[in-house]
């Protein structure tokens, strides 16, 4: 009796056509089982935008490092960067390095 009941609802009849049952079947299988779903192309442009960050920061740094090197050109500046940033001396100087303890 339930049966004969639920035949005759148009949802049940909708879904119970052979042709949207199999449409809903291939498209369940392409969106979440196939080697191809939109699981895997989610994670992939993820990676895409990812790798795209990094290639803005790498290329920021490339034109950071281009301007240093730009100014080391000059034999002023490329001696003040060693002296700062490698503590060079020349020979006739001695170099003292000050740390300051900031824990109290």
Known sequence: MKWKK???????RFISNRYILLSLIFAGWMFFLDS????????????????QENREYYQNQI???????????????LEQFARQKYYMKRADEDIYIIEYDTIE
């Open 63 to 77: 034109a950071h490092d281009k301007a240093i090197i730009r100014q080391l050109q000059d034999s002023v500046q």
């Open 36 to 51: 191809n779903s939109w699981f895997i192309h989610h994670e992939l442009n993820q990676e895409i935008d990812e790798l």
């Open 6 to 12: 639920l035949r005759n609802k148009p949802w049940f």
